[in-house]
């Protein structure tokens, strides 16, 4: 089954890519629907909105803050959720050059994970060629499966990571 397609809004600041969306994620077809993921906790503390909300006000308040959310993987044969049973032969990548074309806003494309950054970088990274200016940056995995690093210790990163990018002037 196919990746979603971006949350995007009109500025965006932070370009947020995981690697491909969750068994779960792709049965509630939304992104990060797992809830034991810590990516919409850690998300609703650096933009400051509730954690309760619903998922379309979530979205909502992502793309007010200036973060677009997207995946590295169109589509690929994976058993199961975790990043390490991708096929990579089966990996089709989306296509970033038009997304980052469209949004010249973009600063920062943030890695949601190792696996995220490498399957970007494998099939992806000429995409960046024409964009001097994007910074790109590896965070801790939110996914449960990275048990390694306490959830406390992640947000501190994506804080340290995001914030300032979200608090320059466009």
């Not at 971006?6 to 990060?32: D, F, N």
């Not at 503390?45 to 169109?74: E, Q, S």
């Not at 990579?88 to 600063?107: C, G, I, T, W």
């Not at 190792?114 to 060629?129: G, K, N, P, S, Y």
Request: proline share 8%; glycine share 2%; hydrophobic share 45%.
């Amino acid at each position: 089954m196919p990746s979603f397609p971006p949350v995007l809004g009109s500025q965006p600041k932070v370009l947020v890519l995981g690697s491909m969306p969750s068994v779960i994620s792709l049965r509630e077809q939304q992104y990060y629907a797992n809830p034991q993921n810590a990516f919409w906790w850690i998300l609703s503390d650096i933009l400051n909105f509730c954690l309760k909300l619903d998922y379309a006000n979530r979205v909502a308040a992502v793309k007010r803050a200036g973060v677009a959310i997207w995946d590295v993987l169109l589509d690929c044969h994976r058993p199961g959720s975790a990043d390490s049973a991708i096929v990579k032969a089966s990996e089709q990548a989306n296509d970033f050059y038009p997304l980052l074309k469209a949004n010249p806003s973009v600063r920062l494309i943030a890695f949601n994970g190792t696996a995220a950054e490498a399957i970007f970088m494998r099939h992806c990274a000429d995409a960046l060629v024409d964009f001097p200016s994007i910074a790109t940056a590896r965070l801790p995995s939110t996914s449960p499966a990275y048990a390694a690093m306490p959830k406390t210790q992640k947000l501190a990163i994506w804080q340290k990571t995001i914030e300032p990018v979200l608090r320059q002037a466009a």
